[in-house]
């Protein structure tokens, strides 16, 4: 979501130099040997303390966004940035957004899966999770919106399987790479330069895998009866989502200054979606359904392009540096609306699917 989404992301967000500095030594062990002497603290073996650290004293592979001044975290070990996820830093809330988001869409599919092979419809009912609660929750909620719908009311949340469901089971995949890839990205990448470039390129290819499979349900079901335009529009989006992950591979478009370009690229991608979305609209404009999906759809759009706005324009932290470190600042927000155009795309997916399950394609 995404928009890069910032980051749909999503942590996409920390400067990366154009050029990466080799390690002193021949290699990664000068490397390691010094955080592990870093570690030991000096000679009396005393473990060192890492504490949090102003702006000013961030690497400068690190300094993405000036606005936010104190509580980073800087080239702390694996496990202390592991464990950082249960302590207080301006990180804590992109975290655990996008990693609560995660777990949600697992939940959901889960719940669906259980409708189609009873051994996980057994091992969701032994769950105590209360995720697995909110997961039901938000499906039974969606059922109760399409039974306000006279052509809709029929429908059940476990219905006879009539059209193929790995499109919509492709889309909760790519959600849920999507937001567990931003929560690592959001945890682990103030361990080391070389780590933070490979986690800021996952988290890029977890935005545009998003908005690639975002596509899959709405244009699979409602051109299911006229295959060629599936092929059509599918292959452009996924080849759109190919060449923006190549293009992202790059160290230089990594850095803060490019901010405005991965925003508009993925931004690009997502509207290009208007282009089926229009001819979708017209093919089906006398259908009970369509007020239904272009709300939920709508909703997705502007979870997303606020999203993306957020994200670009960093506030509120530019009105007031500082005052918005640990809490508030735009990529929370950015995330939170990240998470709600995706449960509303899956809004409109459980629609798609459940009208495909009615109509079927007429004989030809």
Request: charged share 15%.
């Amino acid at each position: 979501m995404v928009v890069e989404s910032e980051g749909t992301t999503v942590c996409a967000h920390q400067e990366v130099p154009v050029a990466m500095e080799e390690e002193k030594g021949g290699g990664g062990g000068w490397g390691k040997r010094r955080r592990k002497q870093q570690g030991r603290g000096g000679e009396g073996g005393e473990k060192k303390k890492y504490a949090l650290v102003s702006y000013h004293e961030l690497p400068e592979y690190m300094k993405e966004n000036e606005f936010i001044l104190n509580y980073y975290r800087s080239e702390w070990p694996i496990l202390n940035a592991v464990l950082s996820l249960f302590s207080w830093h301006n990180e804590t809330i992109n975290i655990w957004t996008h990693l609560l988001g995660f777990i949600l869409f697992f939940g959901l599919a889960l719940v669906h899966l259980g409708q189609y092979f009873p051994q996980v419809a057994d091992l969701i009912g032994h769950l105590s999770w209360p995720i697995s609660k909110v997961a039901e929750n938000v499906s039974s909620n969606i059922g109760d919106v399409l039974s306000t719908n006279p052509a809709l009311a029929s429908y059940g949340m476990a219905v006879a399987s009539q059209t193929t469901r790995w499109p919509f089971f492709v889309f909760l995949a790519g959600a849920m790479f999507c937001l567990l890839s931003s929560s690592a990205c959001h945890l682990l990448s103030c361990h080391s330069h070389r780590l933070n470039l490979f986690l800021i390129r996952l988290d890029y290819t977890g935005i545009a895998v998003m908005i690639v499979v975002s596509f899959f349900p709405p244009i699979y079901y409602i051109f299911q009866c006229d295959p060629h335009w599936q092929v059509v529009y599918l292959s452009a989006i996924t080849a759109a989502g190919v060449a923006t992950v190549y293009a992202l591979m790059s160290p230089r478009l990594s850095a803060a200054r490019y901010r405005a370009h991965r925003t508009l690229l993925f931004v690009g991608m997502g509207l290009s979606g208007v282009v089926p979305a229009v001819h979708a609209t017209a093919v089906n404009w006398h259908e009970p359904h369509r007020n239904v999906t272009l709300a939920y759809e709508g909703a997705m759009a502007v979870s997303y392009l606020t999203g993306a706005v957020f994200y670009m324009t960093r506030v509120p932290e530019r009105w007031r540096p500082g005052a918005f470190d640990l809490a508030g600042h735009s990529h929370q927000i950015f995330h939170a609306l990240v998470i709600a155009g995706a449960l509303a795309h899956y809004g409109a997916a459980i629609v798609f699917l459940k009208v495909r399950d009615e109509m079927g394609c007429p004989a030809k």
